[in-house]
C-alpha cells in the first residue's frame, strides 16, 4: 500500500491528523474549482465545506478505479452544480442582454488578460452560463453529460455556453478594447 492508501485508510478510521492531511492536499487546488463555479469567495467557500464534507463522509466509496484527486475533483464538482440547483430558481432561463456580434478589435485583447482577471469576468456571468462554461470548457465535458448533471437539454447546454462565450467577449471588449 502507497502513502495516498494509507491516507484513505486512516480518514476511514477518522483519523483527525490523516482527514487534515487529505484536506491541506487537496483544498488549494479544490478551492480553484470552486472559485470558477461560484460567484465570489464566499459562495466558494460554502462549495468547498459541503463537498469535503461529502467527501469524507463517501471516501469509502472510492474504488481506486481512478486517481483519488480526480474523485475529488469530481466530487467538488457535483457539489457545485448541486449547490446551484438548490439555490437558483432557473437555471437554464437565465438572461442577460444578448450580446451582438462584437468589432474585431476584441481579437488579441484576451491574450493581455491576466488569469485572475479572466476568472473575476467568469464569476460575473449569470449561474447557468457561469456553470455550463466551466463544466465544457474547462472541465472538458460534453453538452450530452451537462444536460444529464443539469437537467437540461443538450441545446440547452449549448445555447448557455454560447451566450456565456457572447457576454464574457462583450465584457471584455467593454473593459479592454478601446485600452490595449
Not at 7 to 35: S, W
Request: proline share 2%; glycine share 6%.
Amino acid at each position: 500500500m502507497g502513502f495516498e492508501d494509507d491516507l484513505i485508510q486512516d480518514c476511514l478510521r477518522n483519523d483527525n491528523r490523516a482527514q487534515e492531511t487529505l484536506y491541506k492536499r487537496f483544498a488549494p487546488k479544490m478551492y480553484g474549482v470552486c472559485m470558477r463555479f461560484a460567484k465570489n469567495r464566499m459562495e466558494a467557500d460554502d462549495i468547498m465545506q459541503e463537498a469535503f464534507i461529502k467527501i469524507f463522509v463517501k471516501l469509502e466509496t472510492f474504488r481506486n478505479e481512478g486517481s483519488l484527486e480526480g474523485w475529488i475533483r469530481r466530487t467538488i464538482i457535483n457539489t457545485a452544480i448541486n449547490y446551484f440547483k438548490k439555490h437558483s430558481k432557473h437555471l437554464n432561463d437565465i438572461g442577460i442582454e444578448q450580446a451582438g456580434k462584437l468589432p474585431n478589435e476584441t481579437e488579441g485583447v484576451v491574450d493581455s488578460i491576466s488569469l485572475g482577471e479572466l476568472l473575476n469576468l467568469i464569476q460575473e456571468l449569470p449561474d447557468g452560463y457561469r456553470i455550463v462554461f466551466n463544466l465544457n470548457v474547462i472541465e472538458g465535458y460534453t453538452h450530452r453529460e451537462i444536460g444529464e448533471l443539469l437537467e437540461i437539454s443538450e441545446n440547452t447546454s449549448k445555447s448557455q455556453l454560447s451566450r456565456a462565450r457572447h457576454a464574457l467577449q462583450k465584457r471584455i471588449h467593454e473593459l479592454y478594447g478601446n485600452n490595449k
